[in-house]
């Protein structure tokens, strides 16, 4: 038998395609009977691989990697306590802490101000400890202006405006000159030379001062020299 050829070049014309070979042409490989279909893993066409969410039962998240009520520990349980008590053994510490640092800040406060104090003091005792020894080198010159004074040698004139500066400038400092006639007589600034008989002022009943001998000087506290008078008690 003599085989035609098909015009188109195909083949021999009058031969059927062998199906049992090749398969049904057009079908996918997932169409034949028994052929698995894509794998469930495999990334699809357009090179994205998708999540598929799964509904999760009581207590569970509804997103992937989050957490649920299951990720904590119940209320009651030993982990809780056992938190709770260390959470609160923490804030106990802390509190310790901060009583602690209260009271070193408050004692630091009180040493700062007595310290302050301290110094204030020390500071005015100098001040008048310098300006007492100034006095005492001046006494010699403050006994001659008051006996001149007593004699009316300083009624007026230039000597007379040059003890008043004097007194003016000791008295910015503190100086504080003691001793009048008729002052009660107080052992503690006045020092008695002479006892004498003598009319004192209306309404004395102790013994009253009635001349000044020589003023005394005090600065502050400090007593430079004690008022050196003569008394008289009264009748």
């Known amino acids: 038998m003599t085989e035609s050829t098909d015009p188109t070049g195909n083949g021999p014309t009058g031969e059927q395609p062998d199906v ?10 997932g169409d034949a009977a028994g052929a698995p279909g894509p794998a469930a893993d495999e ?11 799964y509904e999760g039962g009581s207590g569970a998240s509804s997103e992937p990697g989050g957490e649920d009520e299951y990720d904590h520990a119940p209320k009651g349980s030993a982990a809780a306590q056992e938190s709770e008590e260390s959470e609160g053994v923490a804030l106990a510490e802390e509190d310790t802490m901060a009583a602690t640092l209260l009271a070193d800040l408050q004692r630091l ?12 003091r020390d500071r005015e005792v100098i001040r008048h400890s310098a300006v007492g020894s100034v006095v005492e080198s001046l006494l010699p010159v403050l006994d ?9 040698d300083l009624a007026a004139g230039p000597f007379a405006a040059i003890a008043e500066k004097l007194e003016a400038t000791l008295g910015r400092y503190g100086v504080e000159r003691l001793g009048e006639a008729g002052q009660e007589f107080d052992p503690n600034v006045h020092e008695a030379l002479m006892h004498v008989e003598a009319e004192l002022p209306e309404g004395a009943t102790g013994t009253t001062v009635v001349q000044v001998l020589q003023p005394g000087y005090r ?3 400090r007593l430079v020299r004690a008022a050196r008078v003569s008394v008289a008690d009264p009748a």
């Open 20 to 29: 049992t070979a090749t398969g049904a042409q057009g079908a996918g490989s």
């Open 43 to 53: 990334a699809p066409a357009d090179g994205k691989r998708h999540h598929t969410y």
């Open 109 to 120: 406060q009180a040493e700062y101000v007595n310290y302050k104090k301290r110094v204030d």
């Open 144 to 152: 001659d202006i008051h006996m001149a004074r007593q004699a009316g």
């Open 219 to 221: 600065i502050g506290d």
